[in-house]
């Protein structure tokens, strides 16, 4: 018995844009029962309009229906659905229980009117960006004259108080490097003054840190990548300080007769660091003292803050450390502020479970989607599930959030809070038979960057992960940049480089809608298409250790017999025959991008 269901909340009806609505049908089958065709009937204006609806999501006793509608003047429209089921039509309604009915003049009309302050605008560069995320530390040293004290060479081992000397120079020296790799974004961790050689321990919020250069370099830096079509977006650290800062100092110095004192949240005075803090810390590091944001003075210092760098630096973003810990209000007010200079800032918020209480239209444009990568390395590396439980858990989190919202998500697979991405794959990777040489674990890990590539969302590669470097948690993580091409692994940089290029060249990779096509949990196969207007992307993944033949279903798919697709990395070309691509041969460990059209 198949059931239906539409109800309007965000998951199953929502604004894209001031012209488009998303609009879902949830349909409950048995395993082996789908529905031939369903229909979203809606009416724009006087006229009555038809669209075929296409599948999104996939869970195990269910499938998502989707499809874009272009609402017209007046803002409103009204619909019904139809589902063509065993040779039944099958309506649904307002009024119909999720049995449906196969009495249409009995089904009332759903209604949805569009207003304006429903529409959650996200930047539009961001889908079509391709990030970066430079440890300014270790990245480039660019001037020896600011290096720090006992700066050590190049290449040593990193511990979590050393220094190497990177700055703001190095990464305006190495701008040539990053246009070369295709990058159009990079995010640079913390760069204001502070002890550290991460810099989440701010002194002056105010300040360049020394020892990366100062506010000149700063401004040469976004000019200089403004001019190569890079934008940059900062890491704002609101929620604690260092030890340095100013206003703390003060309190350490001037204890309750300071005038700050209720800048932080102090237990009791005198105010000892150690053996035990008398303040509340992040996390219980004594180093980094929590600011109290709900002081009106200390909001609005850090609202100016974030108002300078904006406007006086050009800058394009903020990626918000913890923001979890700082309460709603000072985000709402942060967003309207970084907004009213310019509205294009992509706001991007550290959130490693859930977003959406960050975005509902009036906080954050994205999240850094730490749910992707958890999925993405449990499926392709781990092996904690099957390829029918990661086309459910990825479809689940599509349906977390707006449409604009995943397109604009900053899908990672690693970053300096975990181990690097080929770290896990080495490491992490049930027990074989045998150990895996490096070149074994970099074929395993190509068919997760290929997901990655053609995944709704902008990509964010963690510097170095593009040559093959290594390093487990914090501070293995953060070595220095492997600038000596001799130990660089040049073929994996280059397969990035084809990546790079060929999603940024299709719009349907940056901005096409997701149809999940195969997923088969014996081969560790899967299969999914992104579509737009007329172009169709259909990316088909081997992540099993055997040689496939594939036959990808395409029934549900608008594409005529015959259809050609040209495969982006190995230029062959197939062809829809009978409702299916065939695949000859996909070696195990591997995928294809195809694409209709010309390359």
């Known amino acids: 018995m198949i059931r239906i269901n539409h109800r309007q909340s965000v998951r199953y009806i929502h604004p894209a844009d001031a012209e488009t609505l998303i609009i879902r049908l949830r349909i409950y089958l048995a395993e082996k029962e789908r529905p031939v065709r369903c229909t979203l009937h809606y009416k724009n204006k006087d006229s009555w309009d038809s669209i075929s609806m296409l599948p999104s999501v996939r869970t195990r006793n269910s499938k998502y229906y989707e499809a874009e509608v272009k609402v017209r003047e007046n803002k409103t429209i009204e619909y019904y659905f139809e589902v063509n089921y065993q040779g039944k039509n099958i309506f649904l309604g307002e009024n119909i229980s999720n049995l449906g009915t196969e009495n249409k003049?009995?089904?009332h009309y759903f209604k949805y009117e569009l207003f304006p302050e429903e529409i959650f605008e996200t930047p539009s560069w961001v889908k079509n960006s391709i990030f970066y995320q430079i440890f300014p530390e270790r990245f480039y040293n660019g001037n020896p004259h600011n290096d720090p004290p006992h700066t050590e060479e190049w290449g040593g081992e990193p511990t979590r108080e050393n220094f190497f000397g990177g700055d703001l120079e190095g990464i305006e020296k190495k701008i040539p490097y990053l246009v070369n790799l295709g990058i159009n974004a990079i995010w640079l961790n913390p760069i204001f003054a502070a002890e550290s050689n991460h810099k989440y321990n701010t002194y002056d919020y105010r300040a360049i840190d020394p020892h990366f250069g100062d506010k000149e370099t700063l401004k040469s830096l976004v000019d200089k990548l403004h001019q190569n079509g890079i934008k940059i977006i900062l890491d704002g650290v609101f929620n604690h300080t260092g030890t340095k800062f100013w206003a703390f100092q003060d309190i350490l110095e001037k204890g309750s007769s300071s005038r700050y004192k209720d800048w932080h949240y102090i237990y009791e005075f005198p105010v000892r660091i150690h053996p035990r803090p008398t303040y509340e810390c992040w996390w219980d590091v004594p180093e980094?003292?929590?600011?109290n944001v709900k002081n009106p003075e200390v909001k609005k210092y850090l609202l100016d803050t974030a108002a300078y760098w904006t406007q006086e630096f050009n800058i394009d973003g903020w990626r918000l450390d913890v923001p979890n810990e700082i309460d709603h209000d000072f985000w709402k007010e942060f967003r309207k502020v970084v907004k009213s200079i310019n509205p294009d800032c992509y706001i991007v918020?550290?959130?490693w479970d859930d977003g959406r209480p960050w975005l509902?239209?009036?906080e954050f444009d994205a999240v850094m989607n730490y749910l992707f990568r958890d999925n993405v390395l449990d499926f392709f590396a781990r092996r904690k599930m099957g390829a029918s439980d990661f086309d459910s858990k990825m479809g689940i989190l599509r349906l977390m959030y707006h449409q604009q919202v995943n397109l604009s998500l900053l899908n990672l697979l690693g970053s300096h809070d975990t181990p690097r991405v080929l770290t896990v794959f080495k490491e992490e990777m049930p027990a074989l038979s045998a150990p895996l040489n490096i070149n074994e674990v970099k074929k395993r890990m190509r068919p997760a960057v290929i997901f990655q590539m053609t995944y709704p969302g902008a990509p964010m590669i963690y510097y170095g992960d593009e040559i093959g470097m290594l390093g487990g948690p914090d501070p293995g993580c953060r070595r220095t940049m492997i600038w000596d091409e001799k130990e660089q692994d040049l073929e994996l940089k280059e397969f990035y480089k084809k990546l790079i290029k060929m999603r940024k060249k299709n719009?349907?990779?940056?901005?096409?809608?997701?149809?999940?096509?195969?997923?088969?949990?014996?081969?560790r196969i899967y299969c999914f298409a992104r579509k737009l207007e007329n172009t169709t992307a259909v990316t088909a993944i081997n992540a099993g250790s055997k040689e496939r033949e594939l036959f990808i279903p395409t029934d549900e798919l608008p594409l005529k017999e015959g259809t050609e697709f040209y495969?982006?990395?190995t230029q062959k070309t197939y062809r829809l025959k009978k409702g299916k691509i065939h695949i000859p041969s996909l070696e195990e460990h591997s995928g294809l991008i195809l694409l209709t059209g010309n390359l």
Not at 288 to 291: G, Q
Not at 507 to 523: K, N, Q
């Open 105 to 107: 003049d009995s089904v």
């Open 349 to 351: 918020g550290e959130i």
């Open 507 to 523: 719009p349907v990779l940056t901005s096409g809608s997701f149809i999940p096509l195969l997923a088969e949990d014996e081969g």
């Open 288 to 291: 980094l003292p929590k600011l």
């Open 567 to 569: 495969e982006a990395l």
């Open 360 to 362: 509902q239209g009036d």
